[in-house]
């Protein structure tokens, strides 16, 4: 199978976060804006947008992006003509692209300017108009819910509380990305970004090298955001701990990814959770003001005292 993994990380340009172009009152928690998920042939997530009145246009919604992106025809389309270059970096390449301003960027009812949008071709992001990056989400909780098949974006200092979910886990921040730190593969501590804009997990070299008898599942192929493939092993991580719960047999490749090279994560064991894995649950929500991610367990699946919940994939 080939797997799509986005995680765009823009080196040589700076990403400035995405503004507000028009002054918008702050949604309380019942005001959340709630977007109905769209079922994509490569199982992630997107959701409409307009850009300068037009659409709606399919985004990807990604947790690991750091910058929102465009398709090339898109760009075209709205007649983006405004570029600069910059080096886009994805999960298994470097590549010099062109970046554009994005205008009259609406999601449900906020409006931005996007400043930096990388271009891409949309084969490279599974068909999808764009990515939905953190410049865009740097200031809000996303809750994605798996069981309705809805995502809410709300601003973060509006959520009064945590009620609903067993799991709050603390990230840390890292040019942009919630970082959890903590968790634990087989044994191993290993650092987590839970991202989905990518299908599958993968992990970096270094956490391959402390992990021993290992499972192999075969080989895979993954296409990143530039369009460059890589076929690799899939081992299963057999428990991947994260607080007071438990993922068991995980599909992870593993890659000597310029990605976890660009964040500074490729000399310690470090995990990329993507959209399979996540959908185990019936929530999560990433609030990045906050640098917090939630889960809300199966039902059926709880914690309980002295023992870990499994979720077995």
Known sequence: M????????????TVAAASPELPTALPTPDDA??????????????VPVTIKGQGPFRFMVDTGAQATVVSSDLA???????????ILVGIVSKAAVETTGIPEFSLGGREFYIQTAP?????NIGGADGILGLDSLQDQRVLI??????????DAKAVANNRGYEIVVKARRKLGQLII????????????????????????????GQLSRMHQRGDDTMTDVNGHELTAAVHIGKKLEISNMALNDIPIMFTESPTFETLGM??????????NALRLFRRVA?????????????????ERESMIGAIVG
């Open 119 to 123: 271009i891409v071709e949309a084969d």
């Open 145 to 154: 819910d798996f069981h309705k098949e809805r995502i809410y974006v709300s």
């Open 266 to 275: 490729d000399d310690r064991p470090a995990l990329i959770l993507g959209i």
């Open 2 to 13: 080939t797997w799509f993994s986005a995680f765009p990380v823009l080196a040589a340009a």
């Open 33 to 46: 804006e709630m977007i109905k998920l769209q079922q994509e042939r490569n199982e992630r997530v997107t």
């Open 76 to 86: 075209e389309r709205l007649g983006l003509t405004d570029r600069s270059p910059a």
């Open 181 to 208: 730190t903590g968790a634990r593969l087989n044994g191993v501590d290993v650092d987590v970004i839970v991202d989905t804009g990518s299908q599958g997990s993968v992990g970096n070299m270094a956490l391959l």
């Open 286 to 302: 990433i609030d990045f003001a906050k640098q917090q991610v939630l889960f809300d367990l199966p039902r059926g699946v709880r």
